[in-house]
């Protein structure tokens, strides 16, 4: 089944981007077609990047003629989405369209994305920004805006918002140096000593003498003492084990994150009418699966 996908750029030549890029995957350039104001002309001047013809009437001439004939052939003239007004706005507002019919359903992600990454917008976000400032859909009679009008309409303000990052790294708080010296503890301790001394006590006597006592001889005593003898031992009274222990705690990190928030104020039409309100703003590029129109699908 054959499916028609849309896509809306900011410029002619983010579509051409993407028909480049198209091609080089493998699709055929007859199979797309681009329309835009032609800003280095006249409003309403066509930029058509199609090989295949477009039948109108001449009520349909220009290139939202062009885009009002397309859409009428593929939803018919009564029962349309709204977004076809909307993409012809997004062309009147410089901006460019561009149609990829695709006949194998295998190809419809790659030209998604495709699209997405050359730059194609969300219509309805910018339908929404542009209600916001008025719009209330897409005037015919309207002329299409000049280059300074397109830059205004897009002026962007940047909403930022800080983001907290919180890593570790290991930093050294600090250790303990073991050392093993040598002392030295003065310490006393009493004991006791004996000693043998030899003893002569003379006792005087008057008795015969006998032959024992007549005989020669010799008795020897000696004498002792005790000396103290000193012996050391030693002995291992504590062990001193060092290693490293790891522990965990949770810390609670408390900052105060930065940021710019952006805030669209209506205000009244200019003097001239023609100059677009100061708080208009870009809503930038979604994802792939949002910027594009719902594929709408006819028989192949």
Do not use: C
């Amino acid at each position: 089944m054959t499916q028609v996908i849309v896509g809306v750029f900011d410029s002619f030549q983010d579509a051409e981007t993407a028909v480049s890029r198209l091609v080089a995957s493998g699709l055929n350039r007859t199979d797309m077609e681009m329309h835009a104001a032609d800003q280095a002309g006249a409003p309403g001047d066509v930029a058509l990047a199609d090989a295949r013809p477009l039948t109108v009437t001449t009520e349909e001439a220009g290139v939202f003629g062009k885009i009002e004939h397309f859409f009428s052939n593929m939803f018919g003239a009564d029962d349309r989405p709204e977004e076809v007004g909307h993409y012809q706005e997004a062309v009147r507002r410089g901006g460019a369209l561009l149609t990829v019919t695709v006949a194998d359903e295998a190809h419809v992600g790659m030209v998604r994305s495709t699209m997405h990454e050359a730059g194609a917008v969300d219509v309805d976000e910018r339908a929404a920004q542009w209600k916001s400032n008025g719009y209330t859909g897409f005037d015919a009679t309207a002329k299409a805006y000049t280059p300074d009008e397109v830059i205004a309409d897009r002026k962007a303000f940047a909403v930022t918002r800080e983001s907290l990052d919180v890593g570790k790294r290991e930093v050294e708080t600090g250790g303990v140096r073991v050392y093993s010296r040598s002392t030295e503890t003065p310490v006393s301790e009493s004991v006791n000593l004996r000693e043998a001394h030899a003893t002569i006590e003379r006792r005087p006597v008057d008795r015969i003498a006998t032959a024992e006592d007549l005989k020669e001889g010799s008795v020897e005593i000696r004498e002792t003492a005790e000396h103290a003898v000193v012996a050391k031992t030693a002995h291992v009274i504590e062990e001193v084990v060092v290693g490293r222990e790891a522990t965990e705690h949770t810390e609670t990190i408390n900052e105060t994150l930065r940021g710019t928030d952006v805030e669209v104020e209506r205000v009244g039409a200019s003097a001239a009418g023609l100059e677009p309100a100061e708080s208009e703003l870009p809503r930038g590029v979604p994802s792939a699966n949002e910027s594009m129109i719902k594929t709408p699908t006819k028989s192949a």
